[in-house]
Nanobody
Framework: QVQLVASGGGLVQPGGSLRLSCAGS????????MGWYRQAPGKQRELVAA????????NYADSVKGRFTISKDNRKNTVHLQMNSLKPEDTAVYYC??????????????WGQGTQVTVSS
């Protein structure tokens, strides 16, 4: 059974930073490109950052490029998202899962609970 546990979200002021983490079980991150998706209220879930199987290649949505950095540790089966210069429009529930195509909603049939990120003054 696949489990993806995301953590690290919270309330932060505009311009602040957060580091999200995701730990997986029942799935080997080394076999997949992994990514971070987000879903804002009333909007579809979208992939905003992705990293290749080995971690050498990364892909970002234009809206987060230069502010977010994705990383991966295949030995620990974890993936992280460092988020800097946060904006109110980054407010969303963030999920990790396999994926590569920026903007896609993801086709996995298992999703963790996600972690809430709220950017507000």
């Amino acid at each position: 059974q696949v489990q993806l546990v995301a953590s690290g979200g919270g309330l932060v002021q505009p311009g602040g930073s957060l580091r999200l983490s995701c730990a997986g079980s029942g799935i080997f991150f080394s076999l997949y490109a992994m990514g971070w998706y987000r879903q804002a209220p009333g909007k579809q879930r979208e992939l905003v950052a992705a990293i290749s199987t080995g971690g050498a290649t990364k892909n970002y949505a234009d809206s987060v490029k230069g502010r977010f950095t994705i990383s991966k540790d295949n030995r620990k089966n974890t993936v992280h998202l460092q988020m800097n210069s946060l904006k109110p429009e980054d407010t969303a529930v963030y999920y990790c899962n396999r994926g590569w195509t920026i903007g896609s909603s993801g086709d996995a049939d298992y999703w963790g609970q996600g972690t809430q990120v709220t950017v507000s003054s």
